[in-house]
């Protein structure tokens, strides 16, 4: 099969899941064409990224001149799908968040876009997230190009998802995936029940050699670390608040915040402001294996969002044996069970978030190692990417044959 891959940017320090299911779909003899509407500029920071960025094709690389090109060029050679597609452009852009020249950028995107797929012999184009990605692919099927799917993450999902026509965009698809049971049931609200049928749970997957470095034990300094980007949603001011609380209790700790984002200056401020900077880190966007060493390094993983699907992070903090403290929000529950592989706390709840912290700070390193190895074994039973590439590669054969019928 030769199957291509539509993200909004790639690769990202954050999309390292996107890149573990290429690869293992190529493992597996799928022939896989990376696309990507811009690039990421934040720095790639892991090789593996950089061999990637040398493999993806980028949309935006020409600026407007080349899609202006593309325009014309599919107004001369295919101008009623043009005019279809220009009608669906306009029909998204009603009650859309973001105004008709967005739209109409897209359409040309799509434009550049569909004769690479030609030209590749591409039998089929998956996009992840279900934002303008999934509306640049739903326009290059409508342009002339192969059928599509998308994956649905979360995010999108919970926010506005009308705005973004995400049910428009189901019920035009192939299919659509959902990475977790809660994420499939919002997407059963938005589409009539005979659409159901499309919505399939396919897991983000974790590679066998991630594994590797979990034989190291149980960190010992009472440490924990947030992992994610700073922003309202990973709820990282509430998890500031808690520390707050840990201190004027007297509890020893560190806390590190690896990553970086908009909300940066604002948590540091409070920091400040609660005299936590001896006790506070934050890194910076940093590489996938630092990533891997200040879990390591720290006892557990604490992620206290107020809104998720299924965070990876999660997946490879318990894979690396170590527990995780998690809230009752979106799919998280569905992977972390309070008292076996964690502990879970309400989204919001501060008093609760410290309670927990502190539970995770003075338990024994015989009680963080039997959660961390029960850990490990869940999420290896549940997220073995080969296992999820190998359902992914059921529906493109079954998508491409349902087309080629």
């Known amino acids: 099969m030769r199957i291509a891959y539509l993200v909004n940017q790639y690769p990202s320090v954050s999309h ?24 990421w500029n934040a720095g790639l920071m892991d090789a593996e990224n950089q061999l990637e960025r040398k493999r993806t094709c980028f949309v935006l690389h020409g600026g407007t001149l080349a899609l202006m090109i593309a325009l014309v060029r599919m107004l001369l050679t295919r101008p009623v799908r043009l005019l279809r597609a220009l009608a669906v452009a306009f029909r998204m852009s009603r009650r859309s968040a973001r105004p008709l020249p967005v739209h109409l950028a897209y359409l040309a995107e799509a434009c550049r876009i569909q004769p690479w797929l030609h030209a590749a012999g591409i039998e089929h184009l998956h996009a992840h997230f279900g934002t303008n990605s999934a509306e640049v692919a739903m326009l290059v099927h409508i342009l ?11 995010t999108e999902l919970l926010e506005h998802p009308r705005l973004i026509g995400l049910a428009e965009k189901v019920r035009n698809c192939a299919f ?27 897991h983000c997957g974790l590679e066998p050699s991630f594994y590797a470095a979990a034989n190291s034990p149980v960190a010992t300094a009472r440490r924990l670390v947030c992992v994610g980007r700073l922003s309202e949603e990973k709820g990282q001011l509430l998890l500031v608040q808690a520390a707050q609380q840990l201190a004027a209790q007297g509890v020893e700790f560190e806390l590190v915040l690896a990553g970086d984002g908009e909300l940066r200056a604002d948590i540091e401020a409070v920091a400040k402001h609660c005299s936590l900077q001896a006790r506070m880190r934050i890194t910076g966007w940093i590489s996938g294996e630092q990533v891997r060493d200040e879990i390591l390094a720290a006892r557990s993983l604490v992620l206290p969002s107020f809104s998720e699907g299924l965070p990876i992070v999660i997946m490879e903090a318990m894979a690396l044996k170590r527990p995780v403290i998690g809230t009752y929000v979106g799919g998280i529950p569905e992977l972390v069970r309070p008292g ?8 919001g709840d501060v008093g609760a978030l410290t ?30 990417v080969d296992t999820e590439a190998a359902k992914l590669c059921k529906l493109f054969r079954a998508a491409i044959e349902g087309a080629h019928a």
């Open 144 to 154: 002339g190009g192969p059928h599509w799917s998308f994956t649905v993450h979360g």
């Open 355 to 384: 309670d927990v912290m502190r539970a995770c700070l003075e338990a024994s390193v015989e009680t963080l190692a039997r959660m961390g190895a029960t850990a490990q074994k869940r999420v290896h039973e549940r997220h073995n």
């Open 176 to 202: 659509v995936v959902a990475i977790s049971s809660y994420g499939r049931s919002q997407l059963y609200r938005l589409v009539e029940h005979q659409l159901w049928r499309k919505v399939q749970l396919v």
């Open 340 to 347: 076996e592989d964690g502990w879970l706390v309400p989204a």
């Open 16 to 39: 390292t899941f996107i890149r573990r299911e290429i690869l293992a779909l190529e493992r597996r003899g799928v022939e896989i064409m990376r696309i990507a509407l811009r690039e």
